[in-house]
Nanobody
């Protein structure tokens, strides 16, 4: 299984970015898909997660500004980030929990990380 993340970059405060993360490989199904971030000098933290049924959960710091979504046919998870603030500066990682044949067990994978920088 491979995860390809894209969409990071430099944006001014108040601007928007959209992150994408596509999974590929011999995947039977995908359970939770999520985004985490690691600000400079800090630990990795949950940003948002979406279940296979479409339920979502967000960190308090991003509620109302970020929206997570998924396209199951494309095996892709998105993170729409609006009203970006300097406090959002971090490396963003996608995370997926997939069910793989032949034993149909769940495995967890991380994307390579994409940098988001917000200028004030």
């Amino acid at each position: 299984v491979q995860l390809q993340a894209s969409g990071g970059g430099l944006v001014q405060a108040g601007g928007s970015l959209r992150l994408s993360c596509a999974a590929s490989g011999s995947i039977f199904s995908i359970n939770d898909m999520g985004w985490y971030r690691q600000p400079p000098g800090k630990q990795r933290e949950l940003v948002a997660v979406i279940t296979s049924g479409g339920s979502t959960n967000y960190a308090d710091s991003v509620k109302g500004r970020f929206t997570i979504s998924r396209d199951n046919a494309k095996k892709t998870v998105y993170l729409q980030m609006n009203s970006l603030e300097p406090e959002d500066i971090a490396v963003y990682y996608c995370n997926v929990k997939v069910v793989l044949p032949p034993f149909y067990l769940e495995y967890e994978y991380w994307g390579q990380g994409t940098q988001v920088t917000v200028s004030s």
